[in-house]
């Protein structure tokens, strides 16, 4: 018999949510019994019953709290009534709801995405980094999605191993996407991801003034959803376009010209991974999870919070587009290096050995 995953996530929008959809597909593909524990709506629930995948309802919000006892009580309902040869737990939210319901009674593997303690302050950081290190009795398998991401996690007192399985990007899907057409105004910077403190848009709004004053007619188009959304579209700033979440961002990194990415954390971007492969040239901060991907052949990297140096690194490649299409040519090269089929197999031998399975990964 093949073996049977529970995956389980929180997040429903974002790289978390393509991610979960894509391996649960991939496993699928293998031949193995996959369900996935998430909540209602979002894009996760519509891309599982696109791929087939069976969905299981989990209610449960992003942050910890007076509902996680109910939520945690809900998820190990799913997980008896599943009965997984091994729960795979995505983000924060899973990996404590899914570690308290299995408490290492089944083959766990805990995938951050980001660690839980970047997102927090004063005593719920230290919290949070107390709950992750007391969390690996319940276990079996940390998986890290970049280097950088398990650098922060040995720094901060993880004590097991930490397995890195690189994220990756699809590269028939995102395919070169040629030239960006010429909009009446001038050229076009794109900065994809939620609408939240993590993904830094402040930022880029403080810096998007200084952009203009050297290209007066860019555009900026910030793509998604999040708590933030009406603060930042409060600033009514000129050249400013916010577009809502989208199931498809091929035709939005065709249009853009440059890719901004001023994240104040990561785990490791699939959002500059999908512009690499479309052939577009990213600026993101020097932060793990952007670091290890960015270099200058492919675009630039700058201190994280510098307002201004953002802005020159986006302006010099707004006002010199054979620049800016030289790098992302070189770009398109380097994401060859994160194809997600190796990521995918990778994961597959990872998960099949953490189950105890022998039957193969193909």
Known sequence: ?????????QPTTGGVARYVAAAAADQRRRGWDVLVACPEGGMLADALEARAVPRLPWSAARAPGRATAAETARLAGIVATARPDTVHLHSAKAGLAG??????????LFQPHGWSWLAANGTLAHASTGWERLACRWTHRLLCVGEGEAVQGRAAGIGMPLTVVRNGVDLDEFAPAGRPPRRPGGPTALCPGRLTRQKGQDVLLAAWPLVRRRCPGARLVLLGDGELAGELRARRMPG?????????????????????????????????????????????????GLAELLDDRCGERVRAGD?????????????????????????RVHAKEFDLRATFDLLAEVTAEVSGWTGGTR
């Open 1 to 9: 018999m093949s073996p049977r995953v529970l995956h389980v996530a």
């Open 99 to 108: 570690r308290l319901a299995v408490r290492g009674r089944l083959p766990t």
């Open 240 to 288: 400013v376009e916010f577009v809502p979440e989208v199931t498809d961002v091929r035709p939005w990194y065709a249009a853009a010209d440059v890719v901004v990415l001023p994240s104040r954390w990561e785990g490791l971007s699939l959002t500059a991974l999908e512009a690499f492969a479309s052939g577009r040239c990213v600026v993101g901060n020097d932060v793990p």
């Open 307 to 331: 307002a201004a140096a953002l802005a020159t690194a986006v302006a010099d490649r707004l006002d010199d587009l054979p620049r800016a299409r030289a790098e992302g040519d070189a770009a």
